[in-house]
């Protein structure tokens, strides 16, 4: 499952910050998004198949101040990070381009 960052101090923590090993997969949604809620079935059961990576989800209409750090503008967007540096962003619900960014940061 996916764990809900609700704060610009728990994405710090989390992700910015984060020095472990893993890398951590972040989608950023919004209720309002037809094409985030479409993707979250899809997003959890990623999450739960491959748990060597951390994943997270960002409602960036309760938490504008990472939205705007991260310059989010389009949803949904998925992105990648590990040892808080950026990997790779996805803008857009294409499954098929997150699965295969997954591939590529399996054995990372």
Same mark, same amino acid.
């Given at each position: 499952?996916?764990?809900?960052? @609700?704060?610009f101090e728990e994405? @710090?923590?989390?992700? $910015?910050? +984060? /020095?472990?090993?893993? *890398? *951590? *997969?972040?989608?950023?949604?919004?209720? !309002?998004?037809?094409?985030?809620? %479409? $993707?979250?079935?899809?997003?959890?059961? $990623?999450?739960?198949? =491959?748990?060597?990576?951390?994943? +997270? &989800? *960002?409602?960036? &209409?309760?938490?504008?101040?990472?939205? =705007?750090?991260?310059?989010? /503008?389009? $949803?949904?967007?998925?992105k990648f990070y590990q040892y808080g540096?950026?990997? &790779?962003?996805? @803008?857009?619900? %294409?499954?098929? /381009?997150?699965? !295969?960014?997954?591939? /590529? +940061?399996? =054995?990372?």
């Open positions: 499952m996916a764990v809900p960052i @609700e704060s994405f @710090e923590k989390h992700v $910015l910050h +984060y /020095k472990g090993g893993k *890398v *951590v *997969v972040v989608d950023f949604w919004a209720a !309002s998004c037809g094409d985030c809620i %479409a $993707l979250a079935p899809f997003f959890y059961q $990623l999450a739960d198949k =491959n748990k060597q990576f951390d994943f +997270y &989800e *960002v409602d960036v &209409e309760a938490t504008t101040e990472v939205k =705007n750090w991260e310059k989010i /503008k389009k $949803l949904p967007t998925i540096q950026c990997l &790779e962003t996805i @803008e857009g619900g %294409a499954q098929s /381009k997150i699965s !295969s960014a997954v591939a /590529k +940061y399996r =054995n990372r």
